[in-house]
């Protein structure tokens, strides 16, 4: 396999192909495969430029075993459609069951390749097996999610030599591919594809709330239609339960569509099937919307998406401004300040579209200092606060006018210090307040609906450990949570079911996964995006690090923050317009303009946040 910038593939011998290829291509990691002496790994090659096309090599007449099976690895990195090159490599029935789309493995470093002892029955000369080896990093499912993964991975690939031909071909192998990380990266992106919570509107406007579902797609391989197709094939397992889509079911894509490109008006014309043929007008807007967040999450400059039925005519058009009437969207709402406390732990806010240091009290009781706060947040409307006292033991809501009144606190803890007391509390869109009480004689999530209810008890089944911070999702559907086990504090994210159960509404996080792998403690996070995380954390004996996070436990592409010690607390907007603030031990709250360094905006001053 060869890079050719030009768009062609220069042909080479087999071997000089592996060798090549591993090391100064694509392979990652991958083994060198003499046919005699110990194998060598080969070091990971750095990211090739997203430009460069990369194309498989078909085997060589008279290939040995090794070269067919390093040849075959190496076709599994390459930007070949259909893996058509690769299944050259496996003998026709092989070819005819095996279903790369099933699953991608991705290893820490490529696949290491040992001789493997024969299987019973075939210790002829003609059959030898391989055996696959290494340690996993992740997984990518037939759905495309990603899922991180640990411990060693161990398969056997079979060959054979045809009879007639004298040929090596590969009889029998693992369903999916197997790459390394660094060849992961190149050849997968991650977009998100958008649906809407089920059960969620957003506070006074009731509009449909969007959820956005990350995926992973090939990057080279007409990348928007396979990011259309996952839209209309429904939601990932994981979030299934709680959205919905506007397609109907059994929509899909018109038979042969391909290459599905914006025109040169940036409108992309998206052709479907007879099963979207009888939908009323709000049910195409609202399909037209999901395909806009979507493309537009790949491609940016799209600016209008049209529907066409499947005999040509048209069905609808949404533009970006119908979209933002259509649906609400975290990432699109730009909130108007920044919250923190001041020195007499004061409720106060600053614009967030200026470059001043200047912050003036909220009016109403929590910017009087009525009673002195320690965490606070502030409502998707800017209209209604929550703040948790000094002490952390009683939780405290108000309107943010001058008239406003403070009230009994709406949820009390009896914990016995400040730190088995209240969290920070975190609002989503549909005005509903949560907050977790970490007293360990009764360690409770809390859901008060509109900030004002009952305290509803929050069921969390699979919890092992005891929240110390949580930042609820604008959707209403999806939550992180700081939980502390044995010391350590990983960061987790849940979805959110409701129920009612006679007239009497339940709430449950569900399917808890790590958002962090292998970091040992997050002191502090944040949503900074539809489907990212800003998060503070040490891994094991490191130092503490600022650094973006999916919420499927994947990196997400671009640079991390600018460094900053001692970050007691940080805030950002899902709008990546805002610049990330926060809490500095040394220098008090501080701010990261795009692109710049982090700068001073008042040295006393703690619990920095942004609307949610």
């Known amino acids: ?34 046919d005699s002496g110990d194998l060598q790994d080969v070091e990971s090659t750095p990211r090739q430029d ?6 498989a090599m078909p085997p ?24 058509d090159t690769a299944r050259k490599y496996l003998t026709t029935a092989a070819a005819k069951t095996w279903r790369p789309e099933l699953q991608a493995t991705v290893l820490a470093n490529g696949p290491s390749i040992q001789t493997a002892a024969r299987p019973a029955g075939r210790e002829d000369a003609d059959s030898i097996a391989y055996a696959l080896q290494g340690s996993q990093v992740a997984t990518v499912d037939a759905q495309q999610a990603y899922t991180p993964a640990d411990g060693s991975y161990r398969k056997t690939v079979h060959l054979t030599k045809d009879a007639k031909s004298g040929q090596w071909r590969i009889d029998s192998l693992p369903q999916g591919v197997v790459m ?8 997968y992106t991650s977009v998100d594809k958008y649906y809407f919570a089920s059960d969620t509107s957003a506070g006074e406007t009731g509009q449909p709330v969007a959820v956005a579902d990350p995926v ?14 996952s839209l209309l094939n429904g939601p990932t397992s994981w979030l299934g339960p709680v959205v919905r889509s506007s397609f109907p079911t059994g929509t899909a894509l018109k038979k042969g569509v391909s290459g ?27 399909m037209a919307t999901q395909l806009l967040f979507t493309v537009r999450n790949l491609t940016p400059t799209v600016g209008s998406v049209a529907l066409q039925s499947v005999n040509g005519g048209r069905m609808c058009d949404v533009n970006e401004e119908d979209a933002e009437g259509i649906a609400w969207r975290p990432s699109t709402k730009r909130p108007d300040y920044l919250y923190f406390l001041d020195s007499k732990h004061r409720l ?6 200026g470059t001043g240091t200047s912050a003036v009290a909220v009016p109403g009781p929590l910017g009087a200092g009525t009673k002195p706060l320690r965490s606070v947040a502030v409502a998707r409307d800017e209209r209604t606060a929550a703040g948790v006292t000094s002490d952390g033991k009683a939780l405290y809501v108000s309107s943010l006018t001058s008239d406003g009144s403070l009230g009994n606190a709406v949820l009390t803890s009896r914990g016995a210090t400040e730190d088995d007391r209240l969290t920070a509390p975190s609002w989503d869109a549909r005005g509903d307040l949560w907050v977790a009480d970490r007293n360990p004689d009764k360690p409770q999530l809390y859901m008060l609906a509109q900030g004002v209810g009952q305290p509803l008890a929050v069921q969390i089944p699979e919890l092992d450990g005891r929240i110390e911070d949580v930042r609820v999702a604008a959707d209403g559907v999806r939550i992180a949570l700081v939980v502390e086990k044995n010391g350590e504090q990983s960061l987790l994210v849940g979805r959110i079911e409701r129920t009612k159960s006679d007239d009497k509404q339940e709430v449950s996080v569900l399917e808890l996964r790590s958002a962090t792998p292998g970091s040992e403690e997050v002191t502090a996070m944040s949503w900074a995006g539809d489907s990212r995380l800003v ?16 919420i499927d436990g994947s990196t997400p592409d671009g640079p991390a923050p600018a460094a900053l010690t001692g970050v007691l607390a940080i805030a950002a907007s899902e709008d990546d317009r805002v610049p990330l603030v926060a809490d500095s031990q040394d220098d008090g709250i501080v701010r990261l303009p795009s692109g710049d360094q982090w700068q001073k905006v008042v040295k006393d001053g703690s619990a920095p946040v942004y609307p949610g």
């Not at 990652?28 to 003499?34: E, F, N």
């Not at 007449?61 to 259909?82: K, M, N, R, W, Y």
């Not at 490109?261 to 043929?277: E, F, G, I, M, Y």
């Open 348 to 353: 106060v806010r600053m614009a967030t579209g």
């Open 216 to 229: 992973f797609v090939r990057s080279r391989v007409d990348p928007t239609t396979q990011l259309v197709r």
């Open 180 to 187: 390394g990380q660094s060849d992961f990266q190149r050849n």
């Open 1 to 34: 396999m060869g890079a050719d910038r030009e768009g062609s593939a220069r042909r080479r011998p087999v071997r000089a192909v592996a060798y090549a290829a591993c090391g100064a291509v694509l392979l990652a990691g991958c083994a060198s495969m003499p």
């Open 260 to 286: 599905l490109t914006p025109d040169d008006q940036n409108r992309l014309t998206v052709p479907l099937n007879v099963k979207a043929s009888r939908i009323g007008s709000a049910k195409c807007t609202e």
């Open 50 to 55: 997203t430009q460069v096309r990369v194309f």
């Open 535 to 550: 998060v503070v954390g040490r891994e094991q004996g490191g130092v503490q690090q600022t650094r973006y996070v999916q």
């Open 60 to 83: 060589q007449q008279d290939a040995s075993s090794t070269e067919i099976v390093q040849g075959f690895l190496e076709a599994l990195t390459s930007d070949d459609p259909h893996y």
